[in-house]
């Protein structure tokens, strides 16, 4: 079986209580914490920025994924660096210098990924696959959590899928948006190796219950198992 990861999105997690939300999707068995950053000008939303990074950090030793879903890119990429990201992803139409851009979050010691929004088409790879540490595919288009998995993502999955192996480089292609129990293994199929999911896992639990999250990552193992 392949080297599957699991990434909760924090952005549906219970914000009064956030550190013992990331401890508990990870004490059951998730492997990356994923961070959504949205500025209310590239999509139509407002979330979290890097002291919340900062104050999660010291939570967990999990990876910190963060994607920026913010323009423009650069101003923020060290902030996140030294609020303790690990992985730094962004989309290219947030930024006049795509390959400047995977340059400065390397500088600030994080691994880079590039993010395709469900229209956005895959040439930007063709100058820059062999920067990347991380690929990631919407699902959906990005600005809210909950929403469905758009199938037209599963070929644009199998392609970056075939660019990566050829290029036999080792690169994280993520998926993003819609992901469930019910769907997880096609999406598998496909070519993903990362999966997020912020409302299937989040809503899945009670706050009372220090294993909430035991049950609903299990079944995302299990179906994963069927690949």
Known sequence: MANYRIAPSILSANFAKLGEEVSAVIDSGADFIHFDVMDNHYVPNLTIGPLVCEAIRPVTDAIIDVHLMVEPV???????????????????????????????????????????????????????????????????????????????????????????????????????????????AEIARAGADTFVAGSAIYSAGKDSDPHRYDTILSALRAELKKV
């Not at 990429?77 to 930024?95: L, M, R, W, Y």
């Not at 199938?151 to 970056?160: D, F, H, M, Y």
């Not at 994280?172 to 769907?183: A, M, R, S, Y």
């Open 74 to 184: 650069d101003r923020i990429v060290p902030d996140f660096a030294k609020a303790g990201a690990n992985i730094i992803s962004f989309h290219p139409e947030a930024t006049r210098h795509i390959d400047r851009t995977i340059g400065l979050i390397k500088e600030q010691g994080c691994m880079a990924g590039l993010v395709f929004n469900p229209a956005t088409p895959l040439n930007y790879l063709d100058h820059v696959l062999d920067k990347l540490d991380l690929v990631l595919i919407m699902s959906v288009n990005p600005g809210f959590g909950g929403q469905k998995f758009i199938p037209e993502a599963l070929p644009k999955l199998r392609e970056v899928r075939r660019r990566i192996d050829e290029s036999g480089r080792s690169i994280l292609l993520e998926i993003d948006g819609g992901v469930k129990v019910d769907n997880i």
